[in-house]
């Protein structure tokens, strides 16, 4: 039997989906409705798609009317200054890797100065202008960092916005961490009204906005729902007791070591042993100081370490982890954790009334050292105890720059954290001029913004050096870009004689002069764009 490839008839009935079908098909395969094969079907099946298009048209019901979309909240702050609102469309329509390449040239980094730019909007108090909220809120969805500043410029009607586009859903969980549509803490019914009913982001926001304006009302707000909380969100929750830790958390806290799972323990040992007065620090202390002392056996004395030989049960319910990492001896993990919990008053005492600098500068036998002042690092840190941070971290010109205790960069800069911002950027000022910048972005990012001038003249010193020195250019890329966002200002008028390219010579990298004449040019003239948008943003006098 012959098979033909001859058009069928289609239905009769007229109806659009018999017309999409046709359409699909072709009407070589299917003729169309009331239309004749061949040349001629192709118009048919048009005309007829255009008579029913007018049927389908005519024969809509008008659809009942949507809601009205409610206006947009009134921002009662001052409205920015004109040359500022400019300046905003600048930065926002800035995007990053438009130029390409590796080179950036001598046009600043406008995303970069973004969040600088927030900060001082939010500081003099301003509301973003309308016009600008769709495009600050698409730079807020990109970019993590720039979420709580941004959110916080654009106010309730960022919000407003945010609720009639799902790409902004992230505005409405970020924004109620500032407090924004929140209940306040004075308002009790709906603060336990939104911690029952809540979203978890909404509990998490609540629960640290009550923390920060009364510590104890929020510890009751979550220890009424405690036992019915999931880990993980006992764990988040228990975390932002962080804020206002005090003696008055202790109670909670120790029941909190019960816990079933080993996180939450963990969190609570961990806050514990933060309040040098708590009943954990007081066991963590004796069971340190059962493992440290000062032999004088030899006459010169040594610090002697005799390491946990288990890790008991008690052990575990304080937080100490048994199961030590891969590569980590058992003993040492204990003993660590030991001294990291312990309150450092504890060792004055023990080691014959010596200062935490004399104690950090006695020998350690039969190498613990490093295990020794690692844990007091972090022990420094935990307890934000500057004294200890000061002995650990030495004199910034010191052989190898850290101090005896601070055994990696991580740990120097944690111990920075402790110290007052004045003194932080004295010491790291110090660590450059002895040992260059080799080693000191991570130490340059715990500085205050902008550097304080000792600090700013260090670097601009250092780069200086590096680039008479024919250093290799794009090794100090990261400290360059740093310095573009943190240098003052003002030390634009000092760096005029660093803008020319210097003469090549044979120990020089191929290219290298105009690369530094380019980075410098380039930074000279983000400061000068800084200090301008500086000056837009001051409030008009009067």
């Not at 409205?79 to 926002?92: E, F, G, Q």
Request: a negative charge.
């Amino acid at each position: 039997m012959i098979r033909t490839s001859a058009p069928v008839e289609a239905p009769a009935a007229g109806a659009w989906e018999e017309l999409v079908t046709t359409a699909l098909l072709g009407t070589d395969r299917r003729r169309p409705p009331a239309g004749a094969p061949g040349r001629d079907a192709p118009a048919a099946l048009l005309d007829a798609a255009a008579e029913q298009t007018v049927a389908r048209r005519a024969g809509l019901l008008p659809a009942p009317a949507a809601e009205r979309i409610p206006q947009a909240p009134a921002d009662p702050r001052p409205a920015l200054p004109p040359a500022a609102v400019d300046r905003l469309a600048m930065l926002l329509a800035d995007r990053p890797g438009a130029g390409g390449g590796g080179r950036r040239g001598t046009a600043p980094d406008l995303m970069e100065l973004l969040p600088q730019w927030l900060a001082a909007a939010d500081a003099h108090g301003y509301a973003a202008p309308a016009q600008a909220l769709p495009a600050l809120l698409d730079a807020a969805r990109g970019r993590t960092d720039l979420r709580p500043a941004a959110l916080a410029f654009a106010g309730p009607r960022g919000l407003w916005l945010a609720r009639l586009n799902p790409e902004w859903r992230f505005a409405l969980r970020t924004a109620s961490g500032s407090g924004a549509a929140l209940p306040g803490p004075e308002d009790t019914g709906g603060v336990r009204r939104l911690w029952e009913e809540g979203l978890f982001a909404e509990r998490v926001a609540l629960l640290a906005a009550v923390r920060r304006q009364r510590p104890d009302a929020a510890r009751d707000l979550l220890a009424g729902t405690w036992a019915t909380e999931r880990a993980e969100d006992r764990l988040m929750f228990l975390d932002s007791l962080r804020t206002g830790l005090g003696p008055a958390d202790e109670p909670f806290l120790e029941q909190a070591l019960g816990d079933r799972s080993r996180n939450v323990r963990s969190t609570a040992a961990e806050l514990l042993s933060a309040l040098p007065g708590s009943a954990l620090a007081a066991r963590m202390a004796d069971r340190a100081a059962a493992c440290v002392a000062v032999d004088r056996t030899g006459g010169t004395p040594v610090i002697a370490v005799e390491a946990p030989h288990e890790c008991d049960a008690s052990m575990e319910r304080d937080g100490v982890v048994p199961r030590a990492p891969s590569g980590r001896g058992e003993r040492s993990w204990w003993l660590g954790q030991l001294l990291e919990a312990a309150p450092l008053g504890t060792w004055s005492a023990r080691l014959g009334g010596r200062a935490p600098q004399e104690i950090v500068a006695l020998p350690v036998a039969d190498d613990w050292q490093g295990e020794l002042h690692a844990a007091w690092c972090r022990a420094a840190v935990r307890q934000r105890d500057a004294v200890w941070a000061r002995a650990l971290l030495g004199e910034p010109a010191a052989p190898e720059a850290g101090g005896p205790g601070a055994v990696s960069l991580a740990e120097r800069a944690k111990l920075l954290g402790t110290l007052g911002a004045a003194e932080r950027a004295d010491w790291v000022a110090g660590f450059i001029a002895a040992h260059g910048l080799s080693e000191a972005f991570q130490l340059l990012g715990m500085c205050a913004v902008p550097w304080a001038g000792p600090l700013g003249r260090a670097v601009v010193d250092a780069l200086n050096i590096a680039r008479d020195a024919g250093s290799y250019p794009w090794s100090f890329s990261g400290v360059m870009g740093l310095a573009e966002r943190c240098l003052d200002p003002v030390e634009a008028a000092r760096l005029d004689g660093l803008l020319a390219v210097p003469d090549e010579t044979e120990d020089t990298s191929p290219g290298a002069g105009g690369y530094w004449a380019e980075a410098f040019q380039r930074l000279v003239t983000t400061l000068r764009l800084r200090r301008t948008m500086a000056e837009e943003l001051a409030p008009a006098p009067g």
